[in-house]
Structure formats: structure tokens, C-alpha cells
């Protein structure tokens, strides 16, 4: 999908009846699109930032493909781990929309620094889907080259690329990479739980310190495992920016549209040497925190419902059928393409070949050292031990 630009130009984008400021019920929550598929011409921020989109049909189209892909490779995935074929599975169900929002967002110089959930950014930044379902297989360590991809390997501790993002910003500076729309900038995704984490708040503090072009992510899904929101924090998160000396601002997490204009905007702010800033995706998880997690026992059916009816897809769809963008054709193509894609990422997986142990190895240091050379033939011994023996 071609990147649209927030507050450019009309091109051949439908009208939009309204702006806004914040959502209906909601003025801190900035909206363009609600769950009912109603455009909203625009936006406003709590600093008085304006926030609008400029898409053309296509581009529309090209979002909901992508809400619609993600979805089904994560479901694929889910269904790999339920069956054995995966050891665990992190689903982004009800979380699309912040994912491929602001991951559509991100120029091609920026770097992303992700948790283990954003597999729709990492396919939003052209990764092949299959790269992560190695990691979580046990085959490999992931895979991908983050330099090419601007992509940050999946981090597993909680709140640590936050850190690791606050010192790549800060580097983007010293290389004088920043101060024009050429300039490079970063962003780093958490999770509502790990803003408790101590390694967030000294992202925080270092990267207000040093003025670093960074956006901190943060998607609020409404649990941290099994602690609801309310156990994290006494007020709105966005609002811990102030403390720290930097803007925050709370977007619909659920709104592919408002996730785009906010992020885009953040980062090109960033870039120009505007220093850092906080988003807060105001989401819910739908599913389990992981496979190994029963969400049953800490929340209620109902509170789910009332949060299906806010679903990104949904919306999205409502509003190209309202606007005849796209017909039942487009909906059924996209469908297939997303059950052929899922279908060639099972067959993949199944196929990944089960590494020799030695391998464990090969990646220690860059360029081996005396004592991994030990180790590893100490150890090639110890499996010879077994060859041809009654073990």
C-alpha cells in the first residue's frame, strides 16, 4: 500500500462530513473513523494538533488488505501452536489496527524496535510473515537482518528495546541525521503493562535528556497478562509524557486512520528535531496474552463483546461500503488471498527443518573465539558418544 499523507493535499479522497475534537464520549481520544465506519475529517490533539488523512481509493483498499492479511497469518499461527507445531504464539487479534496504522507510517529510513507481538509491522515493513513463527518454533533465532528491513529483532524482555531504541535515537542525532523531512527517526512498541517496567521510565528520562527523534508506542490493550489497567496506573498514560518533558497524545487504537495520522505525525516531528513523544494505542487484546494464558479467569464475556463492536476490520469495511470504494468482489478476493497466504505459511512451517544442536554455536560471536571452538568440539564429542550405542 502507498503511504497517504497526514494533513497534505485532497486528492481523491470522498469528503469527510465533520472534524472533531477527540471522539464521540471521549475528548481525549483522537478519532477519524468510527467503529459505525463514519469518517471524520479530522482531529485535534490535546496541544491543538490538528490530525487528518489524504488517501486515494486505493490506498483505503490497501488498508484493509493488510487489517485483513495480519489477522488471518495470526490466526494461522495461533492454530500452529494449538496443534503443537509452534512452542508459543503471541496474538495480535484486536490489535491490527494500531499495528498497521503506524506501522504504514514509518518512512523507510526509520527504525522500528518491536516486543514479540508487532507481526503486523513486521509485515508492514516487508519481513517475511514466516521469519517469527522460526523464533517461536525453536528452529532459529528469528532471522531477519534488522539493518535491511529497519526492523528490530523481536525483544522478549519486557520494556528492554525501549532502551535499545533511546540509544539508536540518540546515535540517529550524533550522525547529524536529523533536521529535514530526509531525517531518519525511531519507534519503540510496549505494551500498557510495561510502562511499570524501570527500563521505560529510564527510556524516558534519556531520551527527553538528550532530545532524541523517538516515538514511544505504547499499545494499550487493557491487560498486562491478567492485571487490568487500573492496577498500572491512576491516570490516562499518555499523560506521563508531561512528567518526563515531552508530549503525549491518546489515539484509537482500533482506528487504522487516526493510528496513521498520529504516528506519521510524531515521527516527522521527530525527525525534524523535535525531540521525543508518546503514543498511547488505545486497543484491547481479544485474545490470550499468549497461547499459555486463559484470559477466562480475569475478565468477563461482556467487556469482550463490547469491545468486538469496536473492531478495526469492521469498521474499515463499513466505511468502504458506505463510500462504495469497494464491492463484495474486492472483500471476497481479499479473503482468498488471505486463506492461500495462510494455507502456504502452514506448509512452510511444517517444512522448517529441525537445526543440529552444534548449531547453537554458530552465532555466539561474529567471529568465533578459542573457547567456543573448545566448547563446540567438547560437545561434538559428547553426541558421538551416542552414535551406534544403546543410549
Known amino acids: 500500500m502507498a503511504k497517504g499523507d497526514p494533513g497534505g493535499t485532497t486528492r481523491s479522497r470522498r469528503p469527510a462530513?465533520?472534524?472533531?475534537?477527540?471522539?464521540?464520549?471521549?475528548?481525549?481520544?483522537?478519532?477519524?473513523?468510527?467503529?459505525?465506519?463514519?469518517?471524520?475529517?479530522?482531529?485535534?490533539?490535546?496541544?491543538?494538533?490538528?490530525?487528518?488523512?489524504?488517501?486515494?481509493?486505493?490506498?483505503y483498499r490497501g488498508l484493509y488488505r493488510d487489517l485483513v492479511m495480519v489477522r488471518k497469518l495470526d490466526a494461522e499461527a495461533t492454530a500452529l501452536q494449538r496443534q503443537g507445531e509452534l512452542g508459543l504464539w503471541a496474538s495480535l487479534l484486536g490489535q491490527e489496527a494500531a499495528q498497521v496504522g503506524s506501522g504504514r507510517a514509518l518512512r523507510s529510513q526509520d527504525m522500528a524496535f518491536p516486543t514479540y507481538r508487532e507481526h503486523g509491522v513486521l509485515y508492514c515493513r516487508g519481513i517475511d510473515p514466516i521469519m517469527p513463527l522460526g523464533l517461536f518454533r525453536g528452529v532459529?533465532?528469528?532471522g531477519?537482518?534488522?539493518?535491511?528491513?529497519k526492523f528490530n529483532m523481536?525483544?522478549?524482555?519486557?520494556?528492554a528495546?525501549?532502551?535499545?531504541?533511546?540509544?539508536?535515537a540518540m546515535g540517529i542525532t550524533m550522525d547529524g541525521k536529523i533536521g529535514n523531512d530526509d531525517g531518519e527517526a525511531a519507534i519503540a512498541y510496549f505494551g500498557d503493562g510495561a510502562t511499570s517496567q524501570g527500563d521505560v521510565n529510564e527510556a524516558f528520562v534519556w531520551a527527553s535528556v538528550f532530545n532524541?527523534?523517538?516515538v514511544f508506542f505504547c499499545q494499550n490493550n487493557q491487560y498486562a497478562i491478567s492485571e487490568p489497567l487500573e492496577r498500572q496506573t491512576r491516570v490516562p498514560l499518555y499523560q506521563r509524557a508531561a512528567g518526563f518533558g515531552f508530549p503525549g497524545v491518546r489515539v484509537d487504537g482500533n482506528d487504522v486512520l487516526a493510528s496513521y495520522a498520529v504516528t506519521r505525525t510524531a515521527l516527522d516531528n521527530a525527525r525534524h528535531g523535535q525531540g521525543p513523544s508518546l503514543i498511547e494505542a488505545y486497543t484491547y487484546r481479544m485474545g490470550a496474552h499468549t497461547t499459555s494464558d486463559d484470559p477466562t479467569r480475569y475478565r468477563i464475556a461482556s467487556e469482550v463483546e463490547s469491545w468486538q463492536a469496536k473492531d478495526p476490520i469492521t469498521r474499515v469495511k463499513a466505511f468502504l461500503e458506505k463510500q462504495q470504494i469497494a464491492d463484495a468482489t474486492f472483500f471476497a478476493e481479499v479473503d482468498e488471498q488471505a486463506r492461500r497466504e495462510s494455507v502456504h505459511l502452514r506448509e512452510r512451517v511444517l517444512n522448517m527443518p529441525n537445526p543440529e544442536p552444534v548449531t547453537m554455536f554458530d552465532?555466539?560471536?561474529?567471529?568465533?573465539?578459542?573457547?567456543?571452538?573448545?566448547?563446540?568440539?567438547?560437545?561434538?564429542?559428547?553426541?558421538?558418544?551416542?552414535?551406534?550405542?544403546?543410549?
Open 144 to 149: 531477519w537482518d534488522p539493518n535491511e528491513f
Open 17 to 59: 462530513p465533520r472534524s472533531k475534537k477527540g471522539a464521540a464520549g471521549n475528548p481525549e481520544l483522537v478519532q477519524l473513523l468510527t467503529p459505525d465506519g463514519e469518517r471524520i475529517d479530522s482531529a485535534t490533539g490535546p496541544d491543538g494538533t490538528e490530525y487528518r488523512v489524504d488517501f486515494t481509493d486505493e490506498e
Open 363 to 391: 552465532h555466539v560471536y561474529p567471529n568465533g573465539s578459542p573457547l567456543l571452538d573448545e566448547q563446540r568440539a567438547k560437545f561434538n564429542r559428547y553426541m558421538e558418544s551416542f552414535e551406534g550405542s544403546a543410549h
Open 161 to 168: 528495546q525501549t532502551l535499545h531504541a533511546t540509544g539508536y
Open 154 to 159: 523481536y525483544t522478549i524482555v519486557i520494556g
Open 140 to 142: 532459529d533465532q528469528g
Open 212 to 214: 532524541a527523534p523517538l
